[in-house]
């Protein structure tokens, strides 16, 4: 089992940065693929990043490849969003999210779910 809590979240200017970290617990975390989904109202989640349980593998979107860098930390059981080179366009509401298993893109794959951290980027 795995619970999940984001933070780092908040306002920031067109440019800017900021460091999302998931906080987990749970034994198993090291064995579970984690993920980065933002969900912005009336819309369906939007797949950010994914990284393998090992650390060895990430995928990107599109929209925030050469952006944004997920990383993870098994020993302080912590996945990281870096995001650098803000736009207007990537405020939402950011959800970690984990698996037992591979790295997956859609949100359906994912069985565990933190609640969501906001980030709101002026122009």
């Known amino acids: 089992q795995v619970q999940l809590v984001e933070s780092g979240g908040g306002l920031v200017q067109a440019g800017g940065s900021l460091r999302l970290s998931c906080g987990a617990s749970?034994?198993?975390?090291?064995?579970?693929?984690m993920a980065w989904f933002r969900q912005t109202p009336g819309k369906e989640r939007e797949f950010v990043a994914a990284?393998?349980?090992?650390?060895?593998?990430?995928a990107y979107a599109d929209s925030v490849k050469g952006r944004f860098t997920i990383s993870r930390d098994n020993v302080k059981n912590t996945v990281y969003l870096q995001m650098n080179s803000l736009k207007p366009e990537d405020t939402a509401v950011y959800h970690c999210?984990?698996?037992?298993?591979?790295?997956?893109?859609?949100?359906?794959?994912?069985?565990?779910w933190g609640q969501g951290t906001q980030v709101t980027v002026s122009s």
């Open positions: 999210a984990a698996r037992a298993g591979i790295k997956m893109t859609t949100a359906t794959a994912y069985n565990y």
């Open positions: 749970g034994r198993t975390f090291s064995s579970y693929a």
């Open positions: 990284i393998t349980w090992s650390g060895g593998s990430t």
